[in-house]
């Protein structure tokens, strides 16, 4: 039986990868705030080493599989909590885990970004330097000074940033015989983009926000595409980012990719 770890395993996509690894016979270890097998807060550096050393305990130092669901909307304050959580929160975790997938069973894992990550490049991401460095005291000074427009900067430069965390590890990843890929889903009916409807400062964005496909996802939809990219039917999808957008970066930018 694979044994997976999902982050954000409480909620949303979170949950509904749970689900769908639980029917396809895994075992799931969640980690969440709450109601997951492991509590852990992975907005402070004690939180995510913390849960690193449970997960590794609990694994006996051998995983298949690990998904990073947890994160933040930009509606969420302080805006370097979003940062903490989406960028610093995976990042840590995939690192901190990679010995245990070396040791797994045809091991993988995907990462949950956003199709946000497409709406900066990297060479214009005003948190790229400060999050390379891993200076978390540097980006939050970043967002001070970004005023009124820091929650979404957060948010973009936090799944623009995790994008490329993904692509830098391809290398090193696929030589530990571990494979690595991101999900960027467009807007999903979750909690996280409920919260988002009801702040007055981006539920009207979002309101407006229309995919080709002309509906919001359901998490299961991103669950489905979570799961293929684990399992042996991906064994050659490495390092990629695979949008599950209903077709809104091909609207947005045809001519890039
Ligand atoms: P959600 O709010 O339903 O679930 C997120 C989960 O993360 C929750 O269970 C929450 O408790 C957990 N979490 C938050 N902060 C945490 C912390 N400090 N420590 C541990 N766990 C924490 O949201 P969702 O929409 O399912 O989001 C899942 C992922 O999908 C996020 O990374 C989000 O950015 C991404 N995403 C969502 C959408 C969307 O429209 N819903 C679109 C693109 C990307």
Redesign the pocket.
């Known amino acids: 039986m694979p044994l997976t770890v999902i982050?954000?395993?409480?909620?949303?996509?979170?949950a509904a990868t749970r689900l769908a690894l639980h029917a396809a016979g895994h075992a799931v270890i969640g980690?969440?705030?709450?109601d997951a097998e492991v509590s852990?807060?992975?907005?402070t550096a004690q939180?995510r080493a913390a849960a690193a050393d449970a997960l590794l305990t609990r694994c006996g130092g051998r995983l298949d599989h690990l998904v990073l669901?947890?994160?933040?909307?930009p509606h969420v304050e302080p805006a370097s909590r979003v940062l903490a959580?989406?960028y610093f929160?995976a990042v840590q975790l995939l690192d901190a885990l990679l010995p245990a997938l070396r040791g797994g069973n045809q091991p993988s894992a995907v990462v949950?970004?956003?199709?946000?990550s497409t709406q900066l490049d990297w060479d214009r991401n005003p948190l790229a330097t400060v999050l390379d460095a891993g200076d978390e005291a540097a980006a939050q000074a970043v967002l001070q000074a970004a005023g009124e427009r820091a929650g979404q900067l957060a948010y973009a430069a936090s799944?623009n940033a995790l994008t490329v965390a993904v692509r830098r590890r391809a290398a090193a990843w696929g030589a530990a015989g571990v494979r690595l890929n991101s999900v960027?889903?467009?807007?999903?009916e979750?909690?996280?983009?409920q919260a988002g409807l009801a702040d007055p400062r981006y539920g009207p964005a979002i309101e407006s926000f229309k995919a080709p496909i002309p509906r919001?996802a359901r998490?299961a939809e991103i669950a489905a595409v979570i799961a293929f990219l684990l399992g042996p039917q991906a064994s050659y999808v490495h390092g990629a980012q695979l949008l599950v957008d209903g077709g809104v970066d091909a609207a947005a930018r045809p001519t890039r990719f």
């Open positions: 982050t954000g395993a409480a909620s949303g996509i979170g980690v969440d705030l709450r852990a807060d992975l907005s939180g669901c947890a994160g933040l909307g959580v989406n929160g949950v970004s956003s199709v946000a799944k960027a889903p467009g807007a999903v979750t909690p996280l983009l919001r998490s």
